[in-house]
């Protein structure tokens, strides 16, 4: 039998649903990678695992208001991750095995028309950021999104593993000032959680 939320953990939702940016953040670090890891069941892809945690943490911030009606937070997550795989699937015209088992058991969540605005504007705020960036700093930013670590960044850029630290660090501070300065109240502490987990 599903265990029911804690106390603790039913006061941090009820936070969440008034929007409380600390509470949301609390429960993003505490079950991000659960998401994580039960995309990758599916995915098998790292970078499509790490889209799908920001996709789903923006679905929970976007439906906050219903969090605390929510018995089990890990089992509605999971639940959620899983539709959200199965909607990208079916979306896709991918034909899985997976899919086919359980289309008809489970029903779908669609993409919201808020959520996909919300993306778009998303999208739109970080690539200007980014080209706000000097250039060796936007290069650098630039490489970790791509996946390189900081000795081949070094490389690539010929400057000190220090250097790229130092840079990227700055980068993420203009980058978190720009966003800021340009999104509404209610939608920074989403961004600015997810922009922190593409680090």
Do not use: C
Not at 9 to 18: D, H, K, M
Not at 75 to 101: A, S
Not at 157 to 167: A, D, E, P, R, Y
């Amino acid at each position: 039998m599903p265990v029911a939320n804690t106390a603790e953990e039913q006061a941090l939702l009820s936070q969440v649903a008034g929007g409380d940016a600390a509470a949301f953040t609390a429960i993003f670090h505490q079950y991000s990678k659960l998401v994580y890891d039960a995309a990758m069941v599916y995915l098998k892809d790292p970078n499509l695992a790490t889209e799908t945690v920001q996709e789903i943490f923006m679905k929970v911030w976007l439906r906050r208001a219903a969090l605390p009606t929510v018995g089990n937070f890990r089992d509605y997550l999971f639940i959620l991750t899983r539709n959200h795989i199965y909607d990208g699937f079916r979306r896709q015209l991918v034909k899985l095995k997976v899919y086919d088992i359980h289309q008809q058991q489970q029903p779908t969540i669609r993409e919201d028309a808020d959520h996909l605005l919300l993306q778009k504007e998303y999208d739109g705020i970080l690539h200007a950021a980014v080209s706000a960036l000097p250039p060796e700093r936007r290069k650098v930013y630039q490489a970790r999104q791509a996946g390189y670590s900081n000795e081949e960044i070094s490389r690539q850029l010929n400057i000190s593993v220090h250097t790229v630290k130092k840079q990227m660090s700055l980068a993420m501070q203009s980058i978190r000032t720009f966003v800021s300065a340009r999104v509404k109240n209610d939608a920074v502490p989403i961004l600015l959680i997810l922009l922190t987990f593409r680090r």
